[in-house]
């Protein structure tokens, strides 16, 4: 959670520490800004706040053209970069890593042609993520009350469709019965939003319409900076899909008439097989799923 507060052995008072990174996330710089910001009591005496800023490639812990500093602001840079924990350094690398391979991912794969020919919604996350990860780290959490749900984006893949929106599910947190495995979330609602700020709610399955409104409007007001994210995804969703109608290449293997029928029996694929149909992901996370898993799928 940013900001965060910290204290340095070299000076006296707290500082808050804020990050920032690049929003471009085809961005290939490994960098980010971290400001930390002197903390004060009411009208402490001294002057401004000491502000320090550092930019940082979070592949190498090191600073990026470091600029000239006084004793103290250096003192204080010197001892963030040393101190700052290493755990906290690893999930900023991970980010990073987990980004590019996204972007790459992003460049190359296909969505099965007769998803994209009948408009059917897709999964950002599941377009993006890598085959052997459900990757939660794209899918937003967010906590209501004592209620905690999951907010998945779904996406039309025609690129012909202008429709200029995306489908969010709304699943809410249930504990398991007594013997169970983990906690499961189960979808309440949908909410489809328009890139001009309209909006609705769509099958309110688990709860009444009301409730599904008075929740979707919190979390849009609250989250109003995440259209440009969804307009990024959509960009992509649309570049993919286009690609996919394109050409038959061999990850289209499903979607490619078959041969007559020779008397030759075949074996299924086992669940945790390579797909049939080339995509490289498992059976049981492709051709094998459900429709109903494929909306939301953890």
Not at 79 to 93: A, C, I, K, S, Y
Not at 144 to 150: P, S
Not at 167 to 183: C, D, I, N, Q
Not at 217 to 239: C, G, P, V
Request: with cysteine; proline share 7%; aromatic share 8%.
């Amino acid at each position: 959670m940013w900001p965060v507060l910290v204290r340095f052995l070299s000076h006296p008072r707290p500082f808050s520490v804020r990050l920032n990174r690049c929003d471009n996330p085809e961005c290939p710089c490994t960098e980010v800004v971290f400001a930390l910001v002197e903390k004060r009591k009411g009208s402490a005496p001294g002057g401004e706040p000491l502000q320090v800023q550092l930019r940082v490639d979070v592949l190498t812990w090191q600073e990026v053209d470091a600029p000239d500093r006084s004793p103290q602001a250096a003192a204080i840079a010197a001892e963030f970069l040393r101190d700052w924990p290493v755990g906290e350094r690893e999930l900023l690398r991970q980010d990073f890593e987990q980004t590019r391979e996204m972007v790459r991912r992003l460049a190359e794969c296909r969505i099965p042609r007769r998803l994209v020919e009948t408009s059917e919604l897709v999964s950002f996350r599941e377009v993006a993520a890598s085959d052997d990860t459900r990757d939660l780290g794209m899918i937003t959490r967010w906590s209501c009350g004592e209620k905690e749900y999951l907010i998945d984006d779904l996406y039309c893949p025609h690129p012909d469709c202008n429709c200029q929106e995306v489908h969010l599910v709304f699943a809410r947190k249930a504990e398991p019965k007594t013997g169970g495995e983990g906690p499961l979330f189960t979808e309440y609602f949908r909410v489809c939003l328009e890139f001009d700020g309209r909006w609705k709610v769509e099958r309110p399955s688990r709860c009444t319409l009301a409730e599904a409104t008075r929740l979707a409007s919190r979390w849009l007001k609250r989250n109003a900076r995440m259209i440009d994210d969804f307009k990024w995804r959509y960009e992509k969703i649309k570049a993919i899909g286009r690609r996919s109608l394109a050409g038959r290449s061999a990850v289209h293997l499903r979607d490619q008439a078959l041969p007559e029928s020779t008397g030759t029996s075949k074996t299924a694929a086992g669940r945790n097989d390579p797909c049939p149909c080339g995509s490289g992901k498992k059976y049981k996370r492709c051709c094998g799923r459900s429709e109903a898993d494929r909306a939301l799928p953890l």
